[in-house]
């Protein structure tokens, strides 16, 4: 079946017509030109663009894939959670798309999709299995029981795992998106050179801490600064990316070993990153079970995720009607 999908929960618009677990068509178009002159997404502007550019990325899509509205099965679209002004744009234009042309419409929800970019490049993989969802906005530990059943197990108390790489990043100076320069920067750099701290969570062996690593470098850069010192930028970033590296790999660890899964699957913008790819891979080598990442080219969002999760959230009968709303807050078990 052909699912077209819709993407708009931060700041990159995106249209993908998928087929199953295939990605037959995907446009996007990206806003970090704009953001990065405020060291940010701007929500207003994000709307705005997203405004702009979805009607002719639904037109490329189809395009590419060489159909039009009549070939398509069913209209899957991201609505929560993420940036309210910029969800409500492509739930707009789904509700709008479904009812003109007289299709399905799939609500998907945004982690829930970054976990199936996973299926694209992975035909054999398949639930149950742990989840590591990293991004801008979460950090979450998923115990992923089916395509549609979802378990959380550890999460962050606060800031996100790309939250922290972000906002250490604009510290030292780095452009926005923050956590992909800081992952080239710290190439060059030795992560022994400075002692960061990794916070605890008393409660739950298995949840995250960021924000006090990220307070901590921030303290750094600015204590050097009142001395008049400035920070080895390689150093500090190749440090706080083995830190937050460390972090992740002790509760994922502890996660497997909780759980009888024989397979981890990382996912989320910051799956990207290189040390954090390297430093699983490693672990699952050594305890002898598979691992699965993303395509760098589907860890970011997309459309053609939603596609594809919203190709199971189609099997196992998720409908909305035109009274679909968008939210900017949703739990991935429950979808409340
Ligand atoms: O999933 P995503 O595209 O958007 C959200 O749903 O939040 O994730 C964006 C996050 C940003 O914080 C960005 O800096 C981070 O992913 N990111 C990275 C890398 N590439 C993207 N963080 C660390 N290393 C990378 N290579
Ligand atoms: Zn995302």
């Given at each position: 079946m052909n699912i077209l999908a819709i993407e708009s929960s931060c700041d990159d618009t995106a249209v993908a017509v998928t087929s199953g677990r295939t990605v037959l068509s995907s446009a996007a178009a990206s806003q970090i030109p704009e953001h990065v002159l405020y060291g940010g997404v701007v929500p207003e502007i994000a709307s705005r663009r997203h405004i702009e550019a979805i009607s002719s990325l639904y037109r490329q899509a189809l395009n590419a894939a060489g159909?039009?509205?009549?070939?398509?099965d069913a209209v899957a679209v991201t609505y929560a959670p993420g940036l309210i002004g910029s969800l409500l744009v492509g739930v707009g234009f789904a509700k709008g798309l479904a009812f003109a042309a007289g299709k399905p419409l799939v609500p998907v929800h945004h982690l829930r999709s970054h976990i199936a970019a996973n299926y694209i490049t992975a035909p054999d993989l398949k639930p149950p299995f742990l989840a590591l969802v990293i991004s801008g906005g979460h950090s979450h530990l998923i115990d992923v029981q089916d395509y549609t059943v979802f378990h959380v197990i550890g999460k962050t108390r606060d800031d996100a795992a790309g939250e922290c790489f972000d906002k250490t990043a604009r510290a030292m100076?780095?452009?926005?998106?923050?956590g992909v320069h800081l992952d080239k920067v710290a190439n060059g750099g030795n992560p022994d050179t400075y002692p960061l701290p990794k916070p605890r969570v008393d409660?739950?062996?298995l949840d995250f801490s960021f924000s006090g690593l990220k307070t901590a470098v921030i303290n750094l850069i600015h204590n050097h600064a009142q001395k008049g010192e400035t920070v080895c930028v390689p150093d500090l970033c190749a440090s706080v990316r083995k830190t937050v590296t460390d972090i992740l790999l002790d509760r994922t660890a502890k996660a497997l070993d909780t759980l009888p899964y024989r397979t981890l699957v990382l996912a989320g913008g910051v799956s990207a990153n290189s040390e954090i790819r390297r430093r699983m891979a490693e672990e699952c080598q050594k305890r002898g079970i598979a691992f699965y990442k993303p395509e760098l080219s589907f860890c970011?969002?997309?459309a053609a995720m939603v596609g594809v999760q919203g190709y199971y959230e189609y099997l196992a009968g998720t409908r909305a009607d035109l009274s679909l709303n968008a939210y900017a807050t949703m739990n991935i078990e429950t979808l409340c």
């Open positions: 159909m039009t509205m009549r070939d398509i100076g780095l452009p926005y998106p923050g409660q739950n062996p970011g969002d997309n």
